[in-house]
């Protein structure tokens, strides 16, 4: 029992960043419907991004603060990177989008492999644990998942109470109406794709301070988006919270019952049943 | 049911059908017959519910409530390509041409598919045959997307004509038209006519309806407020003040009696 | 369908003819092993053509009908003793049974919502087998190469896989034309443009979606079990690589969705890139960003890919050219 919550409170504080990594996603779908399959490279490059300003081979910073300057590159690579690959598909069918996105995610792990190759890295840093009960938690995931709750929230406040924020909402909702309005539609597209691209090297970043990776390691979150995006429901950014949250608890308990090589068989069975049976996602109205 | 020798001659029977959107019923209680061989006008103000009944007649949506028997068979609820099967076909309002395909193999396709399936061959022939009808036959082999919205609305015509329907449905057909194509689409649905199809027809063109049609519905806020011959739908005063909301459509309205 | 568009067929089938035969000719081992890969891209890519060129679907996890049927191929040789042709008949049948299973269930999505499904059907079914006994789980199923015996030793064995590949990647190029030029390929296409004008057209969608799906589905779960019975191993991670379900699409895309040379231009194209490319010492570790600087070039400036372009820039060439 004991073992139970405390892989079950482990998983819920992976299940922050989770939550966070699909946030990325499910914003830049949000805004203008591109699903953007060069989100796991992303999130290796936060993770990277880390490593290099804090490990020992680095720069040597404080890791979050680390963390700082790869937010902020990560806004910049997902506006550069709007404008290069997805700006001129945005009209076009699905599939150039979906493509485009993916040449980029070719294009950073290729120039990735030949620049870091794909041995594991490891940042080695600890914040010690913290004893809350009969659970034992480590100090990194609970900052972790600290800074993912903080981040949610600024990204709330910005997308509700900013100028820009409202413009991207507007945006959002109709392009053309928001274009007759005055507002520079192609600017907040950049902005929200930026922003995406900047909460998925975040969650790498975070990612890094706990779990070793190498340049491939994103692969296996972007996946874990898709599914947490289509349980929270597609554009949703709390569903990608919640969704997050169930897909780190579903990590934490269901290897108390069954060998833990099932619990990606049980991600995907259950990410395509729902994109069946209720595509609008679990929290999802309409 | 008892089938009377009054209902083989119906066509299309709606039967208190109603359909509703979330809050908005944008359908209500409708019921009215089509004979064969007629020509039926439905006519009301912008967001009455014409395009939402004929979607409920053809298959898109559901009725929410009611029942629409097609040749003696009910069909609510059916899908599109079942209606299709049984004889009805349908114009869209906003064109849904295909664009990458040719002229040609648009109206191919509903020759193939269409209430009679036919081979590819046979479907040439038809598609043929009804392009010349339509008057598209000099544009075969472009591309449906390099046509403007006169041969667009043509296109659709001939699409739906090449499934050799029983009954046409036919979503203003003759909107954005200049005078002259007004009057040539105009002939080529009275040739329709002759040739034994029922028509069903939504039209914004007052005039022209007027001339065509056997019998008007009219509808507001997805209620059928009136019926009768094209005399009496012009002076109808409920009709009249459905259309008040909607001066230009009033006047329109007028200029065509 | 008419007379003039034959030359096209020739075309088309007198290239798989001529290119497949330069090993036979050449006796080349080498030339061999690569025509071989090329055949079995634009065996595959031609698979997916259907389903993406004509219906518009975009299958992003196709590759797990060539995993799919691979695996219970190979299953059939390695562990029931049977022989290579009634096993490569059963894998493609295999695939064919998931997608009509699949077809039923997801050709309800549309556009990105598809797309996503078909990535999560490639993972569930890798983690799957990865958890699979029978299968071997995560180790997968050796071949004995004693088995090779009975095709006449390794060697041989190597020669009648050739000409197997070559065998499927005609049909594979046939069922291409064949499929375009019919009632079939003309209610596939009505969908691609309007799926919902289709449906008021009087086209059964889900019926012929799932068709397309399936057609797209057989021989890719063939040329799994000829390639793995090749290769005397199988793995989930190399059956079910979602890299190469996106590689296919590349193909597709560079030569022309939607016509009948495009898959097997941009196949060849492709391959030849990739070899080239990965023994060239300069590029040989970017051999990935450059496929995909490539990718990016291609969907701003060329969407219609190779064949479609020249369709577009020479209008003579359109009978030889679909
Ligand atoms: N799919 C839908 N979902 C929600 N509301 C709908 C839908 N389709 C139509 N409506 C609403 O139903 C009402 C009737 O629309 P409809 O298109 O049937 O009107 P109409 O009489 O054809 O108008 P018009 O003359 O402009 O073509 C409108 O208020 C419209 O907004
Ligand atoms: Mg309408």
Not at chain 1, 33 to 59: C, E, K, Q, R, Y
């Amino acid at each position: 029992m004991e073992q139970l919550f405390a892989s079950l409170a482990d998983g819920l504080l992976i299940g922050f960043v989770y939550g966070l990594a699909a946030m990325g996603l499910t914003l830049i779908f949000g805004v203008m419907d591109v699903i953007n399959l060069g989100h796991g490279p992303i999130i290796a490059l936060g993770m990277f991004g880390v490593f290099f300003f804090a490990g020992s081979t680095g720069w040597g910073l404080n890791p979050y603060l680390a963390l700082v300057i790869v937010a902020v590159l990560g806004l910049i690579f997902g506006m550069i990177m709007y404008f290069v690959a997805v700006h001129r598909v945005l009209n076009a069918p699905h599939l150039s989008s979906l493509l485009s996105t993916f040449s980029v995610n070719m294009m950073i792990i290729g120039v990735g492999t030949a620049l870091f190759t794909t041995s594991p890295r490891n940042l080695e840093f600890s914040l010690g644990s913290l004893q809350l009960g009969p659970v034992n938690l480590l100090g990194t995931r609970v900052m972790a998942a600290l800074i993912a709750v903080l981040v949610t929230a600024v990204l709330y406040v910005f997308l509700y109470r900013t100028q820009p924020g409202k413009a991207i909402r507007a945006v959002a909702n109709n392009r053309d109406a928001a274009e007759l309005m005055g507002i520079p539609s192609t600017k907040m597209l950049a902005l929200s794709f930026g922003l995406g691209t900047m909460l998925a090297a975040i969650a790498g970043g975070l990612i890094a301070t706990f779990f070793s990776f190498n340049i491939l390691a994103g692969g296996v979150y972007e996946l874990k988006s898709f599914v947490i995006v289509v349980l929270g429901g597609l554009g949703n950014p709390t569903g990608a919270l919640i969704g997050g949250l169930i897909l780190g608890a579903m990590e934490g308990v269901v290897p108390t019952f069954m060998p833990v090589s099932w619990v990606p068989v049980i991600e995907f069975v259950l990410f395509v049943v729902i994109l069946l049976v209720r595509p609008t996602g679990l929290l999802g109205g309409r | 049911m008892t089938t009377s020798r009054m209902q083989d001659n119906i066509i299309l029977q709606v039967q208190n059908v109603s359909k509703r959107f979330g809050g908005l019923l944008a359908v209500s209680e409708v019921t009215f017959d089509l004979p064969k061989g007629q020509i039926l006008g439905l006519i009301g103000p912008n967001g009455a519910g014409k395009t939402t009944l004929f979607n409920v007649i053809n298959g898109v949506y559901t009725p929410t409530e009611g029942q629409i028997t097609f040749r003696g068979t009910d069909i609510s609820g059916w899908k599109p390509y079942d209606v299709v099967g049984l004889g009805l076909a349908r114009t869209h309002q906003i064109v849904r041409p295909l664009n990458d395909l040719t002229v040609l193999e648009n109206v191919m396709a509903g020759a193939c598919y269409g209430h009679e399936s036919h081979s590819l061959t046979e479907a040439e022939v038809i598609a043929l045959e009804v392009m010349e009808f339509v008057g598209l036959h000099e544009r075969r082999n472009l591309l449906a997307a390099s046509l403007n919205v006169a041969q667009k609305k043509r296109l659709e015509m001939a699409r739906a004509l090449a499934s050799r329907p029983y009954l046409l449905l036919l979503d203003e057909v003759l909107a954005g038209l200049n005078p002259t194509e007004i009057a040539e689409m105009v002939e080529v649905v009275l040739k329709i006519r002759e040739q034994g199809v029922s028509i069903f027809i939504i039209e914004h063109v007052m005039h022209a309806l007027m001339n065509v049609s056997d019998r008007i519905i009219v509808l507001d806020y997805g209620q059928l407020i009136a019926e009768g011959t094209p005399d009496e739908i012009v002076d109808n005063p409920k009709v009249i003040e459905a259309y008040l909301g909607d001066p230009a459509l009033a006047e329109k309205l007028m200029s065509g009696s | 369908m008419k007379s003039w568009k034959y030359p096209a067929l020739w075309l088309t089938v007198g290239v798989v003819l001529a290119g497949g035969l330069i090993p036979v000719i050449t006796g080349s081992k080498i030339m061999r092993e690569s025509m071989f890969l090329i055949l079995m891209a634009v065996t595959m890519a031609s698979s997916l053509n259907i389903l993406l060129g004509y219906a518009g679907y975009v299958s992003f996890g196709h590759i797990v009908f060539f995993g799919l049927g691979g695996y219970v191929g190979f299953y059939l040789i390695a562990e029931q003793g049977w022989n290579l042709i009634p096993a490569a008949l059963a894998g493609g049948l295999a695939s064919g049974v998931l997608a009509l299973l699949l077809g039923i269930a997801l050709l309800r999505l549309r556009g990105a919502y598809f797309a996503l499904a078909t990535i999560g059907i490639n993972e569930a079914m890798r983690t799957f087998i990865n958890n699979f006994n029978l299968f071997g789980g995560p180790i997968g199923m050796e071949l004995n190469f004693i088995v090779y015996q009975d095709y006449g030793g390794a060697a041989n064995m190597q020669w009648l896989t050739y000409w197997l590949m070559f065998g499927v990647t005609i049909i594979a190029v046939l069922m291409s034309y064949g499929v375009k030029f019919s009632r079939f390929g003309l209610g596939l296409m009505s969908i691609r443009e309007d799926e919902d004008a289709a449906m008021a057209m009087g086209i059964h969608t889900p019926k012929v979606k799932t068709m397309a799906y399936i057609l797209s589905a057989i021989l890719p779960g063939i040329i799994g079990v000829i390639f793995f019975f090749r290769n005397s191993s199988v793995q989930p991670a190399g059956a079910f690589r979602l890299h190469r379900s996106i590689e296919m699409i590349v193909m597709v895309m560079l030569g022309g969705q939607g016509t009948v040379q495009g898959p097997l231009v941009g196949a060849a194209l492709y391959e030849a890139l990739r070899s080239y490319l990965l023994t060239s010492p300069l590029f040989k570790d970017l051999q990935l960003a450059i496929a995909g600087v490539l990718l990016l070039l291609i969907i701003l400036f060329v969407p219609s890919g190779v064949i479609g372009w020249l369709r577009h820039r020479f209008k003579g060439l359109w009978r030889v050219l679909e």
